[in-house]
């Protein structure tokens, strides 16, 4: 009889493919699961006792700007802490690498808080994440917007030239060559706005080359989302790139249930094209501070300021009171600086959480001084309020959107279930107690109920604190596809 390195006993597996939880023992040995059998059958060097919880694969982040956050805070309690084991960076248009410029300036300091953690290369950033020996593993895009400062500086406010998007195709190209596993774009941001269609579709040509995906900050979540879905599809078809829409909402009070739109018109499209979404389970999202949001959104709590500190965590209205002027006005005033933005309907959130292209994200910015509490707790949040207390979905596909799904949509091969071969990324968590305890008040709270965490057989979270596991590393595209033909 085999001896394995642990095996998790007593515990209700939710295999991450939406198959009813089944009583299993799961041993470990190395990195890799290497048996999930009846209870009782294995035997192993430790053991973890599962009573009365349930083991899931580890949860995959599909939408985060932890790009640098592996490389800063390497034990990366606040994704570990929910049962996260691997990230994907790079999104919304902004990557660290390939960055060529000297400067970071202030579009880029949203991911990169030390200059030395930029790279000329993907190859060299990589380097730089698996020399840091995260907690939790990361796979990477790489942002248009970065390719765009990289060809043409600081004059983004026009459409780039061919010679300007072919040095954009050709970097790109060589960092899928290098393993990133495809592109975002951000076209809402100033970065990025004045780029075509055609700009961006041509950009993007060797993500069809190489399988990588295209994933896209859509040029509009508002008034004119309908017309912004359209370009984001003809990019993907452009490219021959599967496609995954960022963080879909409906934005501003005026676009409330809109959903009734946008769900139908993702599911008449899906029959055509691979296309999915990722969804945040908030009413509140977040990013840079812009003013021509104020209107949109029916509260602003600021989340960092450079210039005015001390902001953070503080209503944009109560700080214009102060200050005896508008809320756009004030905004200029502490410039530059972040904010959360409550701007979504819940009915919207639900719809969009049930579709069955739907995927969780949590779109944390990690390094926020009051972030978003989605960046401690999404993923709890889903399994506690939205699959327990609210019984939008079972909890099996809770764990599959957060899992086997996202591993699909993403080709991170031997990931998302809980299968003998696959890597040891694997959630214990209590079913009748997990939940987030992030507020927007306390963001930086962990959730309840998850009880350990392993990656890749490493513990990295385990009784509310980090397991000291440091077994993460930069996944690479080819890497994954050379192990899927293996197998």
């Known amino acids: 009889m085999p001896t394995y390195d642990i095996v998790i006993r007593n515990g209700q597996v939710a295999d991450g493919t939406g198959r009813k939880l089944f009583a299993a023992d799961v041993a470990l040995k190395g990195n890799r699961i290497a048996a999930v059998e009846a209870p009782g059958t294995l035997t192993g060097d430790n053991e973890i006792d599962a009573k009365g919880k349930v083991v ?5 982040d599909v939408h985060t700007h932890d790009d640098t956050a592996l490389i800063d805070n390497p034990t990366m309690a606040m994704k570990a802490s929910q049962g996260v084991t691997t990230v994907v ?7 660290a690498a ?3 410029n000297d400067d970071v300036g202030h579009w880029m300091s949203l991911i990169i808080k030390k200059k030395d953690n930029a790279a000329k290369t993907f190859a060299a950033f990589a380097g730089k994440v698996d020399a ?4 939790i593993n990361g796979a990477f895009l790489i942002g248009h917007g970065t390719l765009r400062m990289n060809a043409m500086g600081d004059d983004l406010n026009r459409v780039a030239t061919a010679p300007e998007i072919k040095q954009m195709r050709e970097l790109l190209d060589q960092s899928l060559e290098q393993g990133a596993v495809g592109m975002s774009s951000g076209l809402f941001y100033a970065v990025s706005n004045a780029a075509s269609t055609d700009e ?12 990588g995906v295209y994933t896209a900050h859509m040029r509009d979540e508002g008034d004119h989302i309908i017309k912004a879905m359209d370009e984001t599809f003809e990019i993907g078809r452009r490219a021959g790139a599967e496609i995954i829409v960022s963080h879909h909402k409906c934005s501003g009070r005026s676009n409330f249930g809109r959903m009734t739109e946008t769900l139908p018109k993702f599911t008449e499209a899906m029959k055509q094209q691979q296309i999915a979404f990722d969804v945040y389970p908030y009413i509140a ?33 109560d700080i214009a009171r102060e200050m005896g002027c508008s809320m756009k006005e004030a905004g200029d005033r502490i410039q530059p600086a972040g904010a959360i933005y409550f701007m979504m309907d819940e009915k919207d959130v639900q719809a969009a959480m049930s579709h069955p292209g739907a995927m969780i994200g949590s779109d944390g910015i990690p390094f926020d001084a009051h972030p978003h509490p989605r960046l401690w707790g999404t993923f709890p949040r889903v399994l506690g309020h939205y699959s327990r207390e609210l019984k939008l979905f079972p909890l099996e596909d809770a764990v599959r959107r957060m899992t086997s799904y996202s591993a699909q949509r993403f080709h991170l091969t031997g990931r998302g279930e809980v299968k003998a ?16 305890t992030a507020t927007f008040e306390k ?32 996944l690479n595209r080819q890497q994954m596809q050379d192990e899927a033909k293996a197998s």
């Open 98 to 100: 390939p960055y060529l």
């Open 443 to 474: 963001p930086m709270t962990p959730a309840a109920g998850i009880d350990t965490v392993l990656c890749n057989g490493a513990i990295v979270w385990r009784d509310g604190k980090p397991g000291g596991g440091r077994s993460g590393r930069a």
């Open 56 to 60: 899931a694969p580890g949860f995959i």
């Open 200 to 211: 961006v579709a041509e950009v993007a040509q060797p993500l069809g080359k190489w399988g």
């Open 421 to 436: 071969g696959y890597y040891a990324d694997l959630c214990i968590f209590d079913p009748a107690t997990v939940i987030d």
């Open 132 to 135: 840091a020996r995260p907690a």
């Open 89 to 95: 960076c790079g999104n919304c248009g902004v990557s």
């Open 285 to 317: 999202g977040s990013t840079i501070l812009r003013t021509d949001m104020l209107e949109r959104a029916d509260k602003v709590l600021i989340t960092w300021s450079d210039k005015v500190p001390g902001l953070s965590g503080r209503d944009l209205a």
